[in-house]
């Protein structure tokens, strides 16, 4: 199977405090990631080094057998600056904050990138866009503006922007974190159907049912390192480790 992301000896510093210590890990084609672990655990830094928000301080970064950063034994070693734009182009990002143009009409919202960055035809782009906007349930709402949608109709156009740039593989920062409860399922049933569809995905979590379900491969982490890693329902079922345990334990008890 053909890996899309390989994140090998990933080291992160912050005010001279390690974030991420030697940290590896792969994705390949049409699998679906979790990352879970407690606030603080280095998650959240992971997915922006992994999508090119922060720098690594030292280790590999690759997409799809194209360097974004090289370790050169002392630090990474980023690619120039038009490669990195090509390699942003593999790539699309949810967060959780939804992060949607407040001036600009849905439509307008997910079109504005294809059309920009990727310089491609607008009538194209647009019938593109409204096909989205229908998967998501949101065709009626193609004029409407950020403020006059519920937060899950927000994180469902924002998951509509991020597919409207055809990447490779989708990066989701906790997307259902700033939702009401049953607002959660509407995203994570998107997420589910995007996962049957072979969408390749890490997703950043606390919602450990859905991470069981969803994911081919879960990652635990704590203090910057991967404690536990592996099929789904051992780690989350049959955690072996003292950590992941607790961390499974206190989550259940909340």
Do not use: W
Request: glycine share 6%; aromatic share 6%; proline share 4%.
């Amino acid at each position: 199977m053909r890996k899309l992301l390989e994140i090998n000896h990933c080291r992160k510093h912050f005010d001279g405090m390690e974030v991420l210590k030697d940290l590896s890990l792969s994705v390949e084609e049409s699998q679906v990631l979790s990352s879970i672990g407690p606030s603080g655990s280095g998650k959240s830094t992971l997915l922006r080094c992994a999508t090119l928000l922060e720098t690594m301080d030292g280790g590999d970064l690759i997409y799809d057998g194209h360097y974004a950063a090289r370790d050169n034994g002392q630090r990474a070693v980023y690619a120039p600056p038009q490669e990195l734009h090509q390699i942003r182009n593999m790539f699309g990002l949810v967060f959780q904050n939804f992060n949607l143009f407040p001036h600009y009409s849905v439509l307008k919202n997910i079109m504005e990138a294809p059309m920009l960055v990727q310089k491609r035809n607008r009538k194209e782009v647009e019938a593109e866009a409204r096909e989205l906007l229908s998967q998501m349930g949101l065709a009626d709402r193609a004029d409407a503006y950020p403020y006059q949608l519920s937060g899950g109709q927000q994180q469902r156009v924002s998951i509509a922007r991020a597919l409207a740039m055809n990447p490779k593989i989708l990066f989701f920062d906790e997307p259902t974190s700033a939702l009401d409860p049953e607002l959660t399922g509407e995203i994570l049933r998107v997420i589910r159907s995007l996962a049957e569809k072979k969408m390749t995905m890490v997703i950043v979590t606390h919602e450990m049912a859905f991470a069981r379900d969803v994911s081919d491969y879960v990652v635990f982490m704590n203090d910057g390192v991967i404690v536990e890693q592996g099929d789904p329902r051992e780690v989350i079922d049959h955690p072996t480790q003292e950590r992941t345990i607790q961390f499974l334990r206190r989550l259940s008890s909340q």
